[in-house]
């Protein structure tokens, strides 16, 4: 049986912070790295699966073109945190502007 919590948090996330998507041969390349990251939080249903750096849904995540989060509600490129999806330069961008790390 599925849990409706994380069901209706699925549900939320997708309505309330996805803005625009990208073409889905995008979000199948995304997946592929995102399956082989160790910080992938596995979960016996592969939709409820989760990037343990920033916490997202994967199947939402890698669809994702831009969104909002708490920190940008007005909006961001969706990138892979840890620059992982070829997008080093916007993970970077956004990690300056978070006062965290740099990615090398």
């Keep these: 049986m599925k849990n409706w919590l994380t069901e209706i948090e699925k ?5 309330l912070l996805v803005q625009e998507e990208v073409p889905d041969e995008i979000a199948v390349d995304r997946l592929a790295v995102c399956l082989q990251c160790p910080h ?13 750096v920033c ?3 994967l199947t939402i995540k890698v669809k994702c073109k ?3 989060s708490k920190e ?3 909006g961001e490129l969706t990138h892979c945190p840890l620059g992982k999806w070829g997008d080093k ?3 970077n ?4 502007m978070d006062g965290k790390e740099l990615l090398n």
Excluded at 11 to 15: Q, Y
Excluded at 93 to 96: A, F, G, L, M
């Design 11 to 15: 549900i939320a996330a997708k309505t």
């Design 93 to 96: 961008y956004y990690r300056r």
């Design 40 to 52: 992938r939080i596995k979960a016996k249903d592969p939709d409820d699966e989760k990037c343990g």
């Design 89 to 91: 330069e916007i993970a």
């Design 66 to 68: 831009q969104n909002r």
């Design 72 to 74: 940008r509600p007005n």
């Design 55 to 57: 916490g997202c849904y």
